[in-house]
């Protein structure tokens, strides 16, 4: 992300961007040492006393706001995404200017109707100790989503009435909105839930220049994605390109791809014939 849009071209548009992040003492790979230097490099790393883990999240997420709601006052709007998605800046300042958003929102893309699960072996698995009810109120894709000042300070007020859940998009935008009484935005016409997306759009920019209507979508494992398209789009903004004649949904042929994850092998002898 700093090799797409350094400190410096972020100024031009007048955003400002923080790393969030929390400790990870058994990480070989990243040492305290380095992050302290990292942070005396760039000025933009923002550290909370909670081990890096999946159910901190919801500890990482309300360090953010609350950090947004004392240091960025007067700012219009603030954003939340994650580290392994791809957004289109370009598009995505133009899309700023341009809505119309209400006083108190969280404008994203909207999960309604969502039940929680309930399989033990399942990496989402809730504990009725954790969730009791049958459903999760409507809440917004932790992915990204616009929220502003306003909107913060009153999610910030009420996290300390409204007992810690660790999956942090249904707690912040669902539970403490629900409180809040913050109205839910949808711009999920903007999102695809597809990197095999995002990489049809970028061939089509260099090849045809064929503008995209996507702003927001997952990396699918490839950490330079985000730079590779952003350059990309970066030749729609500053010279024009031309309209899509036919939806991407029609046109893009890509090569889907499958994520297993980190895990052992396990290797077994079979008697033949």
Known sequence: MRRAFPTDALKKFDIRRIFLLGLAPTDKYTKQAAIVDEERRFGDLLQGNFIEAYRNLTYKHLMGIQWAAANCQRVKYVIKMDDDIVVNFYKLVDLLHTLRLPRKLLAGYILSGMAPVREPANKWYIRLDEYKYPSYPTFLSGWFYITNPITVQSLVKESSKVPYFWVDDVYI????AQKCRVQHYNIGNYFTVHSEFLECCLRDIKKFRYDCDIIIG?????NNL???????ASECYYRKCLKRSRS???TCVGEVKRTLGRGNSIINSYQLG
């Open 173 to 176: 935008t669902g539970l403490l």
């Open 218 to 222: 997952p990396n699918g494992g490839d």
């Open 226 to 232: 985000f730079y590779k398209f952003n350059d990309a």
């Open 248 to 250: 991407l949904n029609q």
